[in-house]
């Protein structure tokens, strides 16, 4: 972090203030001083009075719909997810899935947890994990998601997990239908913790696979100030993020 006790006009680095990080960036709080020009009066354009809004905007853990056709952005353990299951089809062959839609209302990706042996999968004998992203849970700590695929509460489920301890905080499991329904969970009280979402699959038996699509998932978007010559940025951030409302 750069700061200055005085304004140099002709020194970028003394103009306002910079953040720079490796990965994430924690702001607890931040204030910004009208600070006097170093060359005297009226050598630095001041800027005009604004009102900073210090609401952090949201975003989403990445391949959260797994539009990108496969599992980039998630972590793949043992042989239950696979790259190949990502798929846009809309009709398992014995009933529609009702994955969500793009933008433009055609089928999105989803991941049907099911490889037909006939085609060189292992059906419903495969077992593993898939971890998203980490990330610091944000805004409203409202979480939803489609889920598909057997009923099995033990061996077949959706967790929100916490990264620090691994400790399982909420789940949800399959209907035994590869129809989707969506889960909503109030993770109100896990806002700020660092977590992630992971999806387990250690079920062999008949309706022995999960189905998932269109996680949303409240994290830290980037915040650009507004204000010229002070870019901040936040990945991260326990909510608070103060700018003084008027810099003359
Ligand atoms: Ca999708």
Known sequence: MKKTS???PVRYDSLGIQIYGDGNVDVKSMKVWSMKSAYGEGTVVPVKAHTQDTKIKTGNIE?????????????VRGNAFSNEMVTKATDSGWSIFNQAQRSDGSAGYHLWGFKDPAKGGLGDAGTGSLMSNKF???????????????KDSDNLYVALVRASDNTVLLKATGNNSEQYSRVNWDATQFVGEELYIKVVDNSTGGFGHINVDDFHVPVPAKVISDIPN??????EGDNIVEVADQVV
Not at 136 to 150: E, K, M, P, S, T
């Open 136 to 150: 610091r849970l944000a805004g409203d700590g409202q979480i939803n998601f489609l889920v598909g695929g057997g």
């Open 63 to 75: 391949n959260a719909g797994f539009e990108t056709g496969d599992l980039t952005g998630w972590t």
């Open 6 to 8: 005085r304004a140099y």
């Open 230 to 235: 002070i870019n901040v940025i936040i990945n």
